[in-house]
Structures are given as structure tokens and as C-alpha cells.
Nanobody, 127 residues
């Protein structure tokens, strides 16, 4: 089992920044590919960014150039730096973990590929 706890959400004005963290426990963090997903009001849960166990990253087109995903394997923590926030970024943000069964260079983009989820943290961007 992997336990994931997100923090860092809140209310911010458009154009502002927020930094999310996800603390992991229970298993060896470096054995897992990680991701951030979000679910806005009335919308499906969607991928924001993913990172392989070895640090290879991918982003949704809507956040490229604004968001940065990173991980600190020594601290068992996943991060999401969000800059130039827009009202459409308003959502509950979830971190997720998937066993790195294909090695350190592989990330997963599908939500069904992730085995463990945090409880989510609300991000609200006002216009």
C-alpha cells in the first residue's frame, strides 16, 4: 500500500502561482511513477502532468509552459509548481502513484493505470 497526502491548495487570483506537494509513505517512493490529475466541476478527471520514477515528464497541452512537475525521491515527495494560473485551472487536484513496472523512463498517462490516489486538494483561481 502507498499512502498519498496532498497539500498546498487554496484560493489565488488569475495570473498568480501555487505550489502543491504530495507526501508519500508505505512503499519505496522511487519504485513508483507519479502524476497529478485534476477534476473540475462537472468534468472528468484529467491528467495534468506525469513523471516517471527516473524523472521523465509529460504535460497536458493546457498546462505546458505554466506548470512543472518534479519529485524528490529522498524526501518521498511529489511537487507541482503552477504559474500563470487561469480560472479554468480551478479543480480538485489529486496525486497518484503507479508501480514502475516498465522501468525508470516510463510514465503513465491514463487514470486507470494508477493504483493509489490521494484525497485531493482544492485549487480555486478567481478572475
Amino acid at each position: 500500500q502507498v499512502q498519498l497526502v496532498e497539500s498546498g491548495g487554496g484560493l489565488v487570483q488569475a495570473g498568480g502561482s501555487l505550489s502543491l506537494s504530495c507526501a508519500a509513505s508505505g512503499r519505496i517512493f522511487s519504485d513508483y511513477a507519479m502524476a497529478w490529475f485534476r477534476q473540475g466541476p462537472g468534468k472528468e478527471r484529467e491528467l495534468v502532468a506525469a513523471i516517471s520514477s527516473g524523472g521523465i515528464t509529460t504535460y497536458a497541452d493546457s498546462v505546458k509552459g505554466r506548470f512543472t512537475i518534479s519529485r524528490d525521491n529522498a524526501e518521498n515527495t511529489l511537487y507541482l509548481q503552477m504559474n500563470s494560473l487561469k480560472p479554468e485551472d480551478t479543480a480538485v487536484y489529486y496525486c497518484a502513484a503507479a508501480a514502475a513496472i516498465y522501468g525508470s523512463l516510463y510514465y503513465f498517462r491514463g487514470r486507470n493505470e494508477y493504483d493509489y490516489w490521494g484525497q485531493g486538494t482544492q485549487v480555486t483561481v478567481s478572475s
